[in-house]
Nanobody
Framework: QVQLVESGGGLVQAGDSLRLSCVAP????????MGWFRQRPGKEREFVAA????????YESNSVKGRFTISADNAKNTVYLQMNSLKPDDTALYYC?????????????????WGQGTQVTVSS
């Protein structure tokens, strides 16, 4: 079982930046793709970004492209989500997820492990 631990959430103002981190302690070959999802108030959880570890290929959803950037530090078993120009509509619980398979998965069902989430609140 792989446990994912997110951090970096908080309360910020519109236009500010935050960087979320997700650590996968003891990550093995069982985690080959990492992703970020979010659940905004009253909405279903949605895909934000994904990155294939050790390959570097990444994909970001259109709703955040140009503002959010996913990256990974394989040596630290850590994935980041740099969020710039935050908007109130970005307010959500952000989840980190890991997949055993390589692929830029946008569907929750392709991910095998999930973190507990970190709250991001953007005030206007």
């Amino acid at each position: 079982q792989v446990q994912l631990v997110e951090s970096g959430g908080g309360l910020v103002q519109a236009g500010d930046s935050l960087r979320l981190s997700c650590v996968a302690p003891g990550r093995t070959s069982s985690t080959n793709t990492m992703g970020w999802f979010r659940q905004r108030p009253g909405k279903e959880r949605e895909f934000v970004a994904a990155i294939m570890l050790n390959v570097g290929t990444l994909y970001e959803s259109n709703s955040v492209k140009g503002r959010f950037t996913i990256s990974a530090d394989n040596a630290k078993n850590t994935v980041y989500l740099q969020m710039n120009s935050l908007k109130p509509d970005d307010t959500a619980l952000y989840y980190c997820a890991a997949s055993k398979e390589y692929g830029l998965w946008t569907y929750e069902s392709r991910y095998d492990y999930w973190g507990q989430g970190t709250q991001v609140t953007v005030s206007s």
